[in-house]
Protein backbone atom coordinates (compact mmCIF):
# COMPACT_ATOMS: atom_id res chain seq x y z
CA UNK A 1 0.00 0.00 0.00
CA UNK A 2 1.24 3.63 -1.29
CA UNK A 3 1.79 6.06 1.67
CA UNK A 4 0.20 9.33 1.10
CA UNK A 5 2.69 12.44 0.36
CA UNK A 6 2.39 13.20 4.31
CA UNK A 7 4.26 10.58 5.62
CA UNK A 8 6.21 9.00 2.92
CA UNK A 9 9.82 7.53 3.41
CA UNK A 10 12.60 9.23 1.09
CA UNK A 11 15.89 8.32 0.98
CA UNK A 12 18.61 10.37 -0.49
CA UNK A 13 21.75 8.69 -1.80
CA UNK A 14 24.58 11.55 -2.41
CA UNK A 15 27.64 11.21 -4.13
CA UNK A 16 29.35 12.12 -7.18
CA UNK A 17 28.48 9.64 -9.04
CA UNK A 18 31.62 9.47 -11.32
CA UNK A 19 30.47 6.80 -12.53
CA UNK A 20 27.56 5.20 -10.74
CA UNK A 21 28.39 1.79 -10.13
CA UNK A 22 26.72 -1.53 -8.81
CA UNK A 23 27.61 -0.59 -5.79
CA UNK A 24 25.65 2.30 -5.04
CA UNK A 25 22.29 0.93 -6.70
CA UNK A 26 22.94 -2.10 -4.19
CA UNK A 27 23.51 0.36 -1.43
CA UNK A 28 20.24 2.30 -2.15
CA UNK A 29 18.28 -0.91 -2.77
CA UNK A 30 19.36 -2.35 0.70
CA UNK A 31 18.31 0.37 2.39
CA UNK A 32 14.94 0.95 0.20
CA UNK A 33 14.13 -2.55 1.78
CA UNK A 34 15.56 -2.62 5.36
CA UNK A 35 14.20 1.08 6.04
CA UNK A 36 10.68 0.31 4.36
CA UNK A 37 11.10 3.38 2.09
CA UNK A 38 9.29 4.55 -0.49
CA UNK A 39 11.87 6.28 -2.77
CA UNK A 40 15.31 6.70 -2.86
CA UNK A 41 16.37 9.54 -4.85
CA UNK A 42 20.28 9.36 -6.23
CA UNK A 43 21.87 13.38 -5.88
CA UNK A 44 24.74 13.96 -7.53
CA UNK A 45 26.92 16.42 -6.26
CA UNK A 46 27.84 19.90 -8.37
CA UNK A 47 31.37 19.85 -6.33
CA UNK A 48 31.58 17.45 -2.96
CA UNK A 49 33.86 19.09 -0.34
CA UNK A 50 35.67 15.51 0.12
CA UNK A 51 36.81 15.38 -3.03
CA UNK A 52 38.97 15.93 -5.97
CA UNK A 53 37.48 17.29 -9.33
CA UNK A 54 40.29 15.98 -11.26
CA UNK A 55 39.23 13.34 -13.92
CA UNK A 56 35.75 14.66 -13.16
CA UNK A 57 33.02 13.91 -15.77
CA UNK A 58 30.66 17.19 -16.26
CA UNK A 59 27.59 17.14 -14.14
CA UNK A 60 25.25 16.67 -17.21
CA UNK A 61 27.17 13.69 -18.03
CA UNK A 62 26.94 12.14 -14.35
CA UNK A 63 23.46 13.02 -14.23
CA UNK A 64 22.47 10.72 -17.90
CA UNK A 65 24.80 8.13 -16.40
CA UNK A 66 22.48 8.08 -13.14
CA UNK A 67 19.19 8.50 -15.08
CA UNK A 68 20.64 5.07 -17.42
CA UNK A 69 21.34 3.27 -14.02
CA UNK A 70 18.26 3.60 -11.91
CA UNK A 71 15.54 3.43 -15.63
CA UNK A 72 14.71 0.29 -14.68
CA UNK A 73 13.63 0.48 -11.11
CA UNK A 74 10.61 2.15 -10.06
CA UNK A 75 11.73 3.23 -6.59
CA UNK A 76 14.85 4.89 -7.58
CA UNK A 77 14.59 8.59 -9.13
CA UNK A 78 17.26 11.34 -9.35
CA UNK A 79 17.62 15.20 -8.76
CA UNK A 80 19.51 17.55 -10.21
CA UNK A 81 18.89 19.95 -6.55
CA UNK A 82 22.62 20.14 -6.20
CA UNK A 83 23.70 20.47 -9.95
CA UNK A 84 21.50 23.60 -9.85
CA UNK A 85 22.67 25.01 -7.10
CA UNK A 86 26.05 24.84 -8.41
CA UNK A 87 29.38 24.89 -6.22
CA UNK A 88 30.16 22.84 -3.49
CA UNK A 89 27.87 20.62 -2.37
CA UNK A 90 26.68 20.27 1.39
CA UNK A 91 24.53 18.04 3.16
CA UNK A 92 22.81 20.76 5.01
CA UNK A 93 21.94 22.88 2.32
CA UNK A 94 20.30 19.82 0.66
CA UNK A 95 18.53 18.83 3.16
CA UNK A 96 17.12 22.28 3.99
CA UNK A 97 15.76 22.50 0.42
CA UNK A 98 13.94 18.98 0.62
CA UNK A 99 12.50 19.40 3.92
CA UNK A 100 11.41 22.32 2.51
CA UNK A 101 9.63 20.84 -0.26
CA UNK A 102 8.55 17.61 1.00
CA UNK A 103 7.91 18.67 4.90
CA UNK A 104 5.90 15.91 6.41
CA UNK A 105 8.02 13.20 4.96
CA UNK A 106 10.84 11.26 6.56
CA UNK A 107 14.42 12.17 5.28
CA UNK A 108 16.68 9.41 5.46
CA UNK A 109 20.56 10.01 4.42
CA UNK A 110 22.01 7.19 3.20
CA UNK A 111 25.67 6.39 3.44
CA UNK A 112 28.75 3.57 3.27
CA UNK A 113 29.58 2.81 7.01
CA UNK A 114 33.04 4.25 6.22
CA UNK A 115 31.55 7.38 6.69
CA UNK A 116 30.56 7.00 9.93
CA UNK A 117 33.56 8.02 11.51
CA UNK A 118 33.56 11.59 10.04
CA UNK A 119 29.54 12.30 10.32
CA UNK A 120 30.20 14.70 13.26
CA UNK A 121 32.45 16.63 11.06
CA UNK A 122 30.17 17.86 8.31
CA UNK A 123 29.22 21.05 8.28
CA UNK A 124 26.25 21.97 10.27
CA UNK A 125 25.67 18.21 11.57
CA UNK A 126 23.65 19.30 14.53
CA UNK A 127 20.89 20.18 12.63
CA UNK A 128 20.99 17.64 9.83
CA UNK A 129 20.22 15.14 12.39
CA UNK A 130 17.15 17.31 13.41
CA UNK A 131 15.59 16.85 9.59
CA UNK A 132 17.11 13.68 8.37
CA UNK A 133 17.95 10.15 9.82
CA UNK A 134 21.06 8.26 8.81
CA UNK A 135 21.35 5.10 7.09
CA UNK A 136 24.46 3.48 7.32
CA UNK A 137 24.93 0.80 5.06
CA UNK A 138 27.91 -1.95 5.24
CA UNK A 139 30.70 -1.76 2.37
CA UNK A 140 31.10 -5.37 2.69
CA UNK A 141 28.53 -5.93 0.33
CA UNK A 142 30.37 -4.64 -2.36
CA UNK A 143 33.62 -3.88 -3.37
CA UNK A 144 33.69 -1.34 -5.83
CA UNK A 145 34.77 2.31 -6.32
CA UNK A 146 33.87 5.22 -8.90
CA UNK A 147 38.30 5.74 -8.49
CA UNK A 148 38.95 2.00 -9.69
CA UNK A 149 36.42 2.37 -12.50
CA UNK A 150 38.16 5.26 -14.36
CA UNK A 151 41.64 3.71 -13.67
CA UNK A 152 40.72 0.67 -15.92
CA UNK A 153 39.30 2.69 -18.14
CA UNK A 154 42.00 4.71 -18.18
CA UNK A 155 44.40 1.21 -18.80
CA UNK A 156 41.57 -0.25 -21.30
CA UNK A 157 40.21 -2.81 -19.40
CA UNK A 158 37.02 -3.97 -18.59
CA UNK A 159 34.91 -2.61 -16.25
CA UNK A 160 31.52 -4.98 -16.90
CA UNK A 161 30.31 -6.09 -13.65
CA UNK A 162 30.48 -3.09 -12.35
CA UNK A 163 28.09 -1.36 -13.51
CA UNK A 164 25.30 -1.16 -15.81
CA UNK A 165 25.75 -1.70 -19.19
CA UNK A 166 24.09 0.95 -20.39
CA UNK A 167 26.26 3.25 -18.25
CA UNK A 168 28.79 1.40 -19.62
CA UNK A 169 27.61 2.20 -23.08
CA UNK A 170 27.39 5.99 -22.24
CA UNK A 171 31.19 5.74 -20.99
CA UNK A 172 32.48 4.44 -24.32
CA UNK A 173 30.71 7.23 -26.30
CA UNK A 174 31.64 9.83 -24.56
CA UNK A 175 35.00 8.77 -24.17
CA UNK A 176 34.96 9.44 -20.46
CA UNK A 177 38.39 8.83 -18.29
CA UNK A 178 40.55 8.06 -20.68
CA UNK A 179 42.79 11.06 -19.80
Known sequence: ???SENNKRIGILGGSFNPIHHGHLLMAELARQKMQLDTVIFMPAFCSPHKSSKHMASAQQRLAMIKLAIADNHFFDVSDLE????????TIDTVLQLHALNPRAELFWIIGDDHVPTLSS???????????SFIAVSRAWFNVSSSEIRHLVRQQKSIRY????????????????LA
Not at 122 to 132: L, P, Q, R, S, Y
Not at 162 to 177: F, G, M, N, P, S
Open 83 to 90: LKRKGVSY
Open 1 to 3: MAR
Open 122 to 132: WKNFDEIVTMA
Open 162 to 177: LTTDKVIEYIDRQKLY
